[in-house]
């Protein structure tokens, strides 16, 4: 996609007070896209402040992009701030793209979207002063917990993006809500289709036609990957998007979401507002301001859409909609209550809705009034890196002695679609074809789980890993055999090692 660039800008900023590798994969906002190495966001000239050298041992450099409605934000974070440009779609008049060129208008997003108006380092100091386990956290993790703060998202984004947060992880989430956007969203430039000339100071110098593709574009297809808007609430509402968003994997959640859509559209008409006042209207500023009540009335009105309970609604009020004390609370956060804070209540209490209220209360009487903030942090805190997880499971199977090991397998299908089928390997784009094209396309969700288990003397699982992977599968061809892996010490015959598969349809077999 021919594209038009800013001139590299930069935002004087700490690490303390943001930090875009520990905030943007923290589980708030699901479009952020890590690449490596940075391509967008390299000096415009040698003699640019962004041309500081390196040394020799340093990572290489990364650069972090969004769609926003109308442009691609490039993000590149040094020491001592943050490098960012915005990439435009060549399209006539651009007037968006004019107005930043005279204006910077991309300045504002940024400071919004990550509410700069508030700093941190005094809120981190306030929380280690009434929290010591939060003291003796940041003390103990140190600059992985540093500058985490909560993004002030798109309301109707973050409303679709928690609806599908329901029983499911963070790199699932991700992929759905990257769907959704690649299906119904407006395509924007990929920092991979910026060249130097891309970049104008004035509108202008801006060309009659589109600027070539840069060298790296396959010339056959005279395009880039492209990243994607976020689609408004009237793009979810056409009869066929349940359909769509199933062959996309959005299960149950499929019909949330256009009913969810359907419902904002008719309050906005009721209030003679559009949809973004609507829900802008429910944000603390505005809410407290026009005195319609305090944060429990804005979230009866969030309960009002399909998909919504409680736990989705303070996500949404807290990431999207600036009600700062809320501490969403779900089993996570109801374990760290009890664990770290003596919270009054049995690990295996179910959290009613009544629960769910006292926890959260007695988390925001602990962390004050961005107690919200606070749980973020503490939240990513128990997201332990991959590497440091896959080496303590390691450390944990190899370190305990005596007794038989055995890998125990859980392999558990979801099938979406009907016939036999062929398995293939696509990349995301191309598995986006094919369910646009083919509505009755297979999907996979094949999810491994291993055990590694003692038997004998202080028997018990080891360790535990859980793998997912999610695969098309294509109508009228047939399946090859799978290969099956033999188990780990297990004993032919014997149950212990063989593989326990489950289908959708309950079906339960073992195999050896």
Not at 235 to 261: D, I, K
Not at 311 to 326: H, Y
Request: aromatic share 8%; with cysteine.
């Amino acid at each position: 996609m021919a594209c038009l660039a800013t001139p590299l800008r930069f935002l004087p900023l700490s690490r303390a007070e943001l930090q875009l590798a520990s905030c943007l994969p923290s589980g708030q906002s699901f479009r952020w896209h890590r690449l490596t190495p940075a391509a967008a966001t390299l000096p415009d000239t040698p003699s640019s402040p962004a041309a500081t050298a390196k040394p020799a041992t340093a990572p290489p450099e990364e650069e972090w992009a969004f769609g926003w409605q109308d442009r691609t934000v490039v993000l590149r974070q040094e020491d001592d701030g943050l490098y960012y440009r915005s990439l435009y779609p060549y399209k006539p008049p651009h007037a968006a793209y004019a107005a930043d060129l005279a204006s910077n208008t991309t300045l504002p997003l940024l400071r919004s979207y990550f509410q700069l108006d508030t700093p941190l380092v005094p809120l981190y100091s306030d929380w280690s002063e009434r929290d010591d386990k939060f003291k003796r956290k940041m003390a103990r993790e140190g600059p992985r917990l540093e500058g985490i703060r909560v993004l002030k998202q798109d309301e109707w984004e973050t409303l679709v993006s928690f609806i599908c947060s329901a029983n499911n992880n963070i790199s699932r989430i991700t992929l759905m809500v990257n769907r959704l956007c690649a299906s119904l969203g407006t395509a924007l430039p990929h920092p991979s289709s910026f060249t130097p000339s891309s970049v104008h100071h004035a509108a202008s110098t801006i060309p009659s036609s589109p600027p070539p593709a840069p060298p790296s574009v396959d010339p056959s297809t005279a395009s880039a990957p492209s990243l994607f808007s976020f689609p408004p609430p009237d793009a979810l509402t056409a009869p066929t998007t349940e359909s769509l968003l199933r062959a996309l994997g959005f299960g149950y959640r499929a019909s949330f979401l256009p009913a969810s859509a359907a419902h904002l559209l008719s309050r906005a008409r009721e209030a003679d507002q559009t949809p973004h006042e609507y829900l802008r209207a429910l944000g603390r500023a505005d809410f407290v301001a026009q005195g319609r009540g305090g944060i429990a009335d804005a979230r009866e009105k969030l309960l009002e859409f399909k998909g919504v309970g409680r736990k989705v609604a303070d996500c949404v009020l807290l990431f999207g909609l600036g009600w700062t004390e809320t501490v969403p609370v779900d089993t996570h956060v109801f374990q760290i209550a009890i664990r770290d804070y003596a919270f009054p209540a049995s690990r295996t209490t179910s959290l009613t809705p009544q629960l769910h209220d006292r926890v959260s209360s007695f988390l925001a009487t602990k962390w004050g009034a961005h107690a919200g903030w606070a749980q973020q942090v503490l939240f990513f805190a128990d997201l332990k890196p991959a590497a440091a997880t896959k080496t303590a499971r390691n450390k944990s199977a190899a370190g305990a002695g005596g007794g038989v090991f055995e890998r125990l397998e859980v392999e558990l299908e979801e099938e979406e679609g009907e016939g036999g089928a062929e398995e293939k390997k696509l990349s995301f784009d191309e598995e986006v074809a094919v369910l646009l094209a083919n509505p009755g396309t297979k999907r996979r969700r094949t999810t491994v789980l291993q055990a590694a288990v003692q038997t004998g003397p202080g028997a018990g699982v080891l360790a535990v890993k859980e793998e997912e992977e999610v695969e098309l599968v294509e109508e009228d061809e047939t399946k090859p055999a799978k290969a099956k892996r033999p188990p780990l010490g297990g004993k032919k015959g014997s149950s212990k090692g063989g593989r326990r598969t489950s289908s959708r349809g309950g079906a339960v077999k073992m195999e050896e």
